[in-house]
């Protein structure tokens, strides 16, 4: 299984983003997607997620309303708006053969993780 995370980069506060996340090896229709975030000297912290057979979604209150997920054929996406400086991080997506979750520990594949910086 693979997971590979890309779409990171540098952006001023108040742009935007979109990360990709491409998912090989296994069929993921029955599968929750997630997408987390860690910040230096911080613990990963969930973001979003989305189930992929029906697209049930649910988000972190600090970036419900600005960042959406959403799934298309072997990607999930995170579309990011009005960032923030704090949303600072190293973001990963991960996979998990239990469905929906918002817990770092139900999941069993990684990425590798793509670095968004939002400068002030």
């Known amino acids: 299984v693979q997971l590979q995370a890309s779409g990171g980069g540098l952006v001023q506060a108040g742009g935007s983003l979109r990360l990709s996340c491409a998912a090989r090896g296994r069929t993921f229709t029955t599968y929750g997607m997630g997408w987390f975030r860690q910040a230096p000297g911080k613990g990963r912290e969930f973001v979003a997620a989305i189930t992929w057979s029906s697209g049930v979604t649910g988000y972190s209150d600090s970036v419900k309303g600005r960042f959406t997920i959403s799934r298309d054929n072997a990607k999930v996406y995170l579309q990011m708006n009005s960032l923030k400086p704090e949303d600072t991080a190293v973001y990963y997506c991960?996979?998990?053969?239990?469905?929906?979750?918002?817990?770092?520990?139900?999941?069993?594949?990684w990425g590798q993780g793509t670095q968004v910086t939002v400068s002030s």
């Open positions: 991960a996979a998990n053969s239990g469905g929906y979750s918002s817990r770092v520990r139900d999941y069993d594949y």
